[in-house]
């Protein structure tokens, strides 16, 4: 059961210039999830963009660190990745040009390709660590930290609905 929205309007209708009410509480939670992710992507885009990479590749280069010595395949980095990435060999190449990481092929399994990142892509996160937990800060720095814990919770269970609803096959 939905419930109806508020007549008098909300913060986000007025952010977005909306005039109309949002037709349900969900339709508003949606496009308020989706608001708030733009304005925080877009300032750690900024952040980031200060030492030449985007924020795809510093995903990348965050999930190698985590990686270490062992290094990681490249499927297994693309399903880790916070966005999808379909062009992740395209991404690599890109860091592997810029000295940021490396690629190897495995010798029994030649299709398949283990990455490393590099000691100047460390360098670029050691440059970025303290910048981007400034990033944090502004992105949920005023929230309590109950109130961050409890809007982890309440996010990863819509993540795992959406999670639960990939999984069944779709009809049409």
Not at 19 to 35: T, Y
Request: aromatic share 2%; with cysteine; net charge neutral.
């Amino acid at each position: 059961m939905s419930t109806p929205p508020s007549k008098e309007g909300t913060g986000l209708q007025a952010e977005i210039a909306q005039r109309r009410p949002f037709h349900s509480v969900k339709a508003e939670v949606a496009v308020s999830i989706l608001r708030t992710a733009a304005l925080i992507e877009r300032h750690f885009a900024q952040v980031v963009a200060r030492s030449g990479v985007t924020t795809q590749q510093y995903n990348v280069l965050r999930i190698l660190r985590g990686a270490g010595d062992e290094g990681l395949p490249t499927l297994v980095i693309r399903d880790r990745m916070i966005h999808e990435a379909p062009g992740i060999t395209r991404l690599l190449d890109k860091l592997e040009k810029a000295g940021l990481a490396r690629r190897e092929r495995t010798s029994p399994d030649r299709r398949q390709v283990f990455c490393y990142i590099t000691e100047e892509g460390l360098a670029v996160l050691e440059e970025l660590d303290e910048a981007m937990k400034g990033a944090d800060e502004v992105a949920v720095g005023n929230l309590s930290d109950a109130e961050q814990r409890q809007l982890l919770k309440l996010l990863e269970g819509v993540r795992s609905a959406h999670k639960a609803n990939s999984r069944e096959p779709q009809t049409a």
